[in-house]
């Protein structure tokens, strides 16, 4: 099965002076195995901020190299519900995160992060975590 790599995750490996290394060693695994894809939201917050055009070209690069989910209107539908799903259970939660359960759900995908915010999405959504 793929794996939805979250923003959390990556800024763990890639942004950090001193990256967590159990993670690193996952991510590293999935990746050998051809397991981790991308969606243009988690691009986009990564390569926001990033003010060193060389720096930015190169995560740019490294990003590219993983499979792309295409989102349709289908993905924001059903981000718009879980979120409805969720608030009707007094759980809030951001745009992106549920864009990315949405996108997790429909293409049968599981969600790597390290945002606790997702065990409560979890509750009462149909994801999966790793």
């Known amino acids: 099965m793929k794996v939805l790599v979250d923003t959390c995750v990556w800024s763990a490996v890639l942004r950090h ?67 409805n799903i969720c608030r009707k259970k007094g759980i809030q939660g951001s745009t992106i995160d549920f864009l990315i359960c949405a996108a997790a759900n429909i293409e049968n995908l599981i969600i790597f992060t390290t945002d606790r915010d997702f065990e409560y999405y979890k509750k009462h959504l149909p994801v999966k975590l790793l």
């Open 17 to 83: 002076k001193s990256p967590d290394l159990k993670i690193t060693d996952k991510i590293t695994e999935l990746i050998k195995e051809g397991k981790v894809v991308m969606i243009g939201p988690i691009r986009q917050e990564l390569l926001s901020g990033i003010s060193d055009i060389s720096q930015f070209n190169r995560l740019k690069d490294i990003f590219s190299a993983f499979e792309d989910i295409p989102l349709e209107s289908r993905h924001f539908i059903k981000a718009a519900e879980f979120s």
